[in-house]
């Protein structure tokens, strides 16, 4: 209303103004209005403002051209205090977005910001960010990337001269940038270049790709030669009417397949695209996906070909002549190129960890599969035609120009009849095979039973048998099907979405962060207390425990004689003061059970189970998909939901991540695929009813394996480094991966060099008891991790190495004598778990193996510094306590043992101490498949391969808690 009434003139002549600081104030103000209404981008071409936004751009680089304002450097648009460099990168965003909104769905924006060479302002910009992490830069590449993808979108010129400049080398560039938003929108722009000009569409070269399915009758009297129809990648017959049409013959560009350069580069193009399908975003996945889906509705005839001769080649029945030719623009190399695309975009419908990305491949491939269907269809239609033929009013018979037709001459009518209708009912059939298998509705699934006639009496194929006129009933039947359930390719709404994010941007996040009155401010002023709490409590149970440290037990032992092995005389009251001291200790960790948690037939046994380290929250998993949370204080169980594994898979990791903030639950699962879920618990700490929601899912071990020498593979391993913001991944696949979750990459990849599976993964560092200075001794810190094996065998790793060849040795000639040992053997069977410690100053590794021995390693020496032989049944499960100087270990043999690092066994647990579902107490415990230790807490949970789990809490805490 206020622009309406006279302020609007005034703002658009400030715009004139040489004064950078009213440009600085304006810049913001054109930002809000056209976040709020872009129908303004109109009067903005009109009155030529477009080059003070385009000559914005570059503010803070050197060549603004007027006097900057000193008192306005440091402001931001919501009077936040700002760095100037922050400030200048702002205005570069905001003055971004603002010409993003010009070219929007706008020609004559579009055309005037090409006039203006913006496009080649975006590509040298771009090129100058590649480096530069700061989070406002990474927005301000971002909105580059958005803004070349809408100048370019439906407009011809502009995708002509953005690659003739090669601006796609600089979004090529983008597709590996550090930030998952400017990926996903190079993805986005590039799809937008690719995809097919309105300039087309206004003259029917869209048509041309999807009429394939236009009535034979109405073909031309002169149909185009065949070789013109195969260059142009129509079937042959197909052709569309329009080609003899007057509009095509004065068109300004040539049709799609005639465009040699474009073809050339949208090929390349959708190359470089494939090879973000590994990425671990799956807003970069979806947004790659939507992007090659704009090829194939430029390509579909490219597409149709690749995709038909690649299910041909699978298929026994390949005798038929194949309808669908390679478009000669296409050569040899470009078909490889697409057959390597078409492949993996099946792959990513099948088996993507994330279901909206696995989505959107499946409505492209449906996409394609139906216009081969289409197609298919029609020429046995043509066929069946074709074999009874009508007379004219001449008494001559008329048919169909169609190779189909040709083919059929010199058949018998029951030959024909009987190869139109084993050809019409084969394409039913492997239509309605995998509709059904990439269908995610049910409702599609009973309406594709009731057409294909599914029942106990008839299948496919008696259904579709019989006369030729049953059989084009049937068909029209087939084409409303089609008509209802055809595949659509999505369109991309990153744009809009980040163009929402923008305008909904909030202007007191800030403010209302500190503010203890706040939602917000409550819920940061709530964990910062929580987490004060635990830490102390877990600082004063090292101080409490402290005198059952390795070193100090060590200290106190009695040293041997030379001639009887000790010596005789009585220990010094200090010594029995001290091992006075160390029994009562140990009598204070004697567990008792607290809990008995029950899933109700729900899960068939426990496989995981993992504390919340600020919140009395147990994660548990049973052995396939089922995710329960349980408030194990009340001993209820809260919420419980399916990780979205295959049935065949089963979960084999699982960690809390961001426990101090935001808490999200990962789970890994045998197939290779880590989803990470949010909104378990909420602001205040509690479980979230409502359920959680999938953050992100991907895939990090692509090529691995279930069966590893026979035996059944360790599935994917991981450790989570919360210091660090990376996730180490291992298992039943030959490499060990570091992802950044924060940039969500795979920052660095080392050989295993190992034929049997990694079993278990640490790091030798503790952010809770190592201060930065203890970095280097004794070779901890926080890059090094510990790989247990199923050989018993263990390695180090150092995630700096940068070559690809293994474990890391020191090979620099100053510490040539000083490389310490990467690789340990003293074990002979599987490795059970391995967990740093460092009680006392001593910094130790401590391993167990399936034999029952554990050892602890001091890194710095190539063999164990003590070995304990805690049973003789085999070890399924071990546990290390991060506070206190105890483990535990468990066995088939319906037992928990726990213990101290000097071997003396504290207790032996055999049964429950609470009554059981079946209300007995005392009885016995199933055999156990995993501990795990309260990171801060002296509570032990216990998990057995039936339908329990188990609680212990220390005598000590539950006298003093």
Sequence with gaps: LALSVGIFPYVLKLLQS?????????????????????????????????????????WGLGNTGGKRSERLIGESRYGRKLRPEDDAAEQRTMATFILSVICLN?????????????????????????????????????????????MCEGNAQSQRDCYAKNIHFRLFACLEDKCPAVRASAAYAIGLCIGLPSSYDEIGYSSMQTSSRRNFSSAPANPPPRQYQQQQGYPIGHMPEMMNDSRTRSRDYPIIYEDRHIIQSDVLAVQKLADGFDDASPSVRC??????????????????????????????????????????????????????????????RQYDAHPKVASVANSVVCYVNEHIFGIEQENSQQILKASQPTR???????????????????????????????????????????????????????????????????????????????????????????????????????GAKKHSEFAEENVFSAVLENDPLSEIGAAKVYRMRRNTQYHDHGSKLSKEFEALSPKILEQNKPKPDSHDGFKNESPSPAAAEVEALVLSKKRDLHMKQCALLSSDGVATMTSLLNFHPYEPILAVCDGESCVSIWDYDENV??????????????????????????????????????????????????????????????????????????????????EWQQYTGHLVVAGSFPSIKWFDLTTQQCVSKQ????????????????????????????????????AGYGDGSMKVFDCRTKSNDGPSLDTSQKNRRNRRMTSYSEHSSWIVNTF????????????????????????????????????????????????????????????????????????????????????????????????????HRLLLAAGATDEFTSIFRAEYSTSRN
């Excluded at 930002?31 to 385009?54: G, N, T």
């Excluded at 309808?323 to 050569?331: G, I, T, V």
């Excluded at 009849?417 to 059904?436: C, G, I, K, M, P």
Aim: aromatic share 8%; hydrophobic share 35%.
């Design 836 to 935: 740093f410690t460092g009680f006392g100053g001593n910094w130790e590794i401590m391993s167990g193996c399936v034999a029952g021995d554990v050892k602890f390693w001091d890194l710095r020496y190539p063999y164990s510094v003590r070995t304990i032989d805690v049973q003789r049944s085999p070890m399924t499960a071990l546990a290390g306590h991060a506070r206190v100087p105890i483990f535990a270990s468990g066995s088939h043999a319906q037992y928990i043992k726990i213990c101290a690092y000097d071997g003396d066994a504290l207790q032996v647990v055999r049964t429950h101490d609470q009554e059981t579902k079946a209300g007995k107490i005392g009885q016995r415990i199933g055999p156990v498949s995993c501990l795990e230790f309260h990171p």
């Design 637 to 718: 169980k809260e919420l419980s939901f399916h990780n979205g594994n295959s049935k065949t898979s089963r979960m084999t990791s699982m960690k809390w991540i961001n426990e101090e903030s935001e808490s999200l639950l990962m789970t890994a699962s045998d197939d290779g695929n880590i989803r990470i879920w949010d909104k378990v618990l909420q602001s205040d700490g509690s479980v979230n009813a409502a359920g959680c929601s999938l953050a992100s899912a991907f895939c990090a071990g692509p090529d691995i394996q279930t069966v590893v020498e026979g035996k059944q593979g360790s599935g994917l391993v991981t």
């Design 751 to 786: 050989a295993s060099k190992n034929d049997s599976c990694v079993t278990t993964l640490t790091t030798a560092w503790d952010a809770l008891t190592c201060t930065p200075n203890d970095v280097g001794c004794s070779g901890i810190g926080p890059s090094i991790v510990v």
């Design 392 to 494: 004219n009013v001449m008494g001559s018979t008329t048919g169909s120009f169609d190779p189909a037709v040709e083919r059929s001459q010199g058949m018998s009518p029951d030959e024909k009849d009987d190869v139109s209708r084993v050809s019409l009912r084969r394409n039913v059939s492997e239509y309605f095979s995998w509709r059904a298998a990439t269908s995610v509705d049910s409702n599609d699934a009973v309406a594709i039973d009731k057409v294909s006639g599914r029942d106990n009496t008839l299948n496919a194929d008696h259904q579709w048998q019989g006369q030729p006129q049953e059989i084009e009933k049937n068909s029209m039947h087939f084409d409303s099907y089609l008509k209802r359930f055809a595949s659509t390719i999505p369109k991309s709404s990153f």
């Design 106 to 150: 706008f020609d004559t924006g579009q055309n005037e910001c090409r006039r203006l060479n913006l496009h080649l302002k975006c590509g040298e910009l771009l090129g100058m960010m590649q480096t530069n992490n700061d989070d406002v830069c990474e927005q301000n590449q971002m909105w580059l990337c958005i803004c070349l993808g809408r």
């Design 287 to 348: 947004e790659i996906c939507l992007a090659i889906g704009c090829a194939v509705k430029k390509y579909l005839s490219a597409f149709a070909a690749v995709a038909h001769q690649m299910s041909r080649s699978c298929d026994t029945d390949s005798s038929t002549t194949s309808s669908f030719h390679m478009p000669l623009a296409f050569d040899e190399e470009k078909a490889v190129i697409l057959r390597s695309v078409w492949s993996k975009l099946s792959d990513l």
């Design 18 to 58: 040489p004064i950078d600081e009213y440009k600085h104030v304006l810049v913001g103000i054109w930002a809000k209005i056209l976040s709020f209404d872009s129908s303004c981008q109109s009067d903005l071409v009109k009155d030529q403002a477009l080059p003070h936004f385009i000559n914005h751009l570059t």
